[in-house]
Structure formats: C-alpha cells, structure tokens
C-alpha cells in the first residue's frame, strides 16, 4: 500500500519532513480558538472539540486554548473577549466549508476575511479542519482500526456525509477524500461517497456496494445524533433510532453481517484524537500562505 504519508507532500503547503517541527513551533503570544457547532439537543457533540483543545494545551504551544460553539456555550460572540492575547488564530472544527465556515463565524467574530483587526486584537481565519490534506491520514487509520483483518482487495469503502442541496460545497471535502483514495492509493477494491440526504444515499450501501466487506467511516466532527441514531438505521444495523447513550455499542459489534456482506462501522472520523495535528496543521498552512507576521502592527 501506497504511503500516505508521502501523498500528502504534494499537496500540504510545506515539506512533509518539516510537518512535526511547524506543528511544535511555540506561538507563546498567541492565542487558539476552536470552533465547534454544538449542540442543544446531545451534550458529546461537543466532546470532541473540547479533548482536542486540551491536547494542544498540553503540548504549551500557545499562551490560551479556548473554545466557542454556534449552539452552546461560551459563543462566538464571547469568546474573543475572554482573551488577553493580542494574535488569534481561530480554527472551526468543521468538516467542509459552507454556510457555517463562509457566513455565520465570520458574522458572530466579526471577521473581515482571514485576517481582522479589531479592539487591539489581530485574528486570524483558518481553514476549516475537513479541508486539509491531513485527513486522508485520519479516514484511513479509523479503517483499518474499525476492520484490521478485512483484506483490502475485497474491501468497499464508503465514506458518509451529511449532504444537502442547499449548499454544493458540503459535499467537496468528502468528494475530495474519496477521489484521492482512488486514484493514489492502493488497496481498497472500491471507494465510494455517500450521503444521508441525497444521492448516492448510505441507505443503497448494500446496492452500491461490490465486494464482501463494507467499511462505513462517517465524515462528521463528532459522534452526535447522526452517526449514532440516524446512520445505523438506514444501514439496517437498528430498526429504529436510540438513546445516543445507549447506542455507543454500535461501535463494537464489528462485523455485521447483512445482505450477504460483513458491515463495519466506525465511529466519526472528527473524534479521532489526532485531529488535534489537522487542527495545527491548518494553522501552520495560514502562516505559510499568508506569513505568521500577516496583520500584526509590530513586527
């Protein structure tokens, strides 16, 4: 198989050897800003967000780690005032850019692009984490923890989204993801995209399907209401949708079998504790592309 790894070099924005060193490089007067969406209805949606914060916090790279949601608490609107630091670099914890990432963070920060001045602050508007090379990595490493022995030439594997006709961009990211797995790397007999609210819908995944094992890696930040009650419903794994609580065990009753296929499902590749990384890569990629200076009134 293919080095991941070396794929993603051509297609970061520095030298792959440098990666861990731009990770690592202290940024003692800065601050870093999480952003999450939240949710009302299921507490762990914001689980995730929350352990990544307090990964990049050890490691003592920044002066502040905090974190704001669009529907929970602290909110966009409070959280730069909770700052002492005068850089910030702000990261949204989504998947894919869209209305979210493109209209209402930059309304509730008060952003003017990628970077803004404002009350004696410079902020800096990554990229969102879904967007960046580095997620090959993470999709194919909860594969292969989800189904170690299913041999890959026998293998489909079917990455899941949201989707939405309201926005075509929901879907890039993972669009993105499945056609670079296709093309560059070598093991899966097939890669398929599917989504829950349009077509190709993870509902036909035995149909779509060709080989014998299926392997479904939901493309969401967190294990919330979907990848907990939703998908295993119209993957045939539950008759009807759960307690997110007592659903957990979906995730340990690998393999499946159901329409003659053995199913594994993993849990949301946004709850993969090396998110953390992406999350600093997409710093790293800001300071590369718009220099780590960008904005600041002294140099």
Not at 3 to 13: F, G, K, N, Q, T
Request: glycine share 6%.
């Amino acid at each position: 198989m293919q080095c991941v790894e070396a794929i993603e070099d051509s297609r970061l924005p520095y030298p792959i050897h440098k990666r861990i060193e731009i990770l690592m490089t202290p940024r003692k007067h800065s601050a870093l800003v999480i952003i999450g969406h939240g949710s009302t209805l299921n507490p762990d949606s914001s689980d995730p967000t929350y352990q990544h914060a307090d990964t990049i916090r050890s490691r003592g790279i920044f002066a502040e780690v905090a974190c704001a949601f669009w529907k929970e608490e602290p909110s966009m609107r409070e959280v730069l005032h909770m700052l002492d630091s005068e850089v910030v670099y702000v990261v949204p914890n989504f998947i894919s850019e869209g209305y979210f990432t493109r209209e209402v963070i930059l309304r509730e920060l008060q952003l003017d692009g990628p970077v803004t001045q404002r009350d004696g602050k410079t902020i800096r508007y990554c990229d969102p984490v879904g967007i960046h090379p580095s997620m090959t990595r993470l999709l194919l490493n909860r594969a292969n923890e989800v189904a170690p022995d299913a041999p890959r030439s026998e293998s489909t594997l079917i990455v899941v989204g949201h989707g939405t006709t309201l926005n075509e961009q929901s879907t890039k990211a993972i669009k993105d993801q499945v056609k670079l797995i296709q093309q560059e790397i070598e093991g899966f007999a097939q890669v398929i995209d599917t989504y829950m609210e349009e077509p190709p819908l993870i509902s036909d995944w035995y149909t779509l399907s060709t080989q014998p094992n299926v392997i479904v890696v939901p493309f969401f930040i967190a294990d919330g209401l979907h990848s907990y009650q939703d998908i295993p419903v119209m993957l045939g794994l539950e008759k009807e949708p759960t307690e997110a609580a007592s659903a957990r065990s979906i995730f340990r009753q690998n393999p499946n079998r159901l329409h003659g296929k053995s199913l594994y499902y993993s849990s949301a590749i946004g709850t993969e504790p090396m998110l953390a990384d992406v999350i600093l890569d997409q710093v790293a990629a800001f300071d590369t592309l718009h220099g780590e200076t960008a904005g600041n009134s002294q140099p």
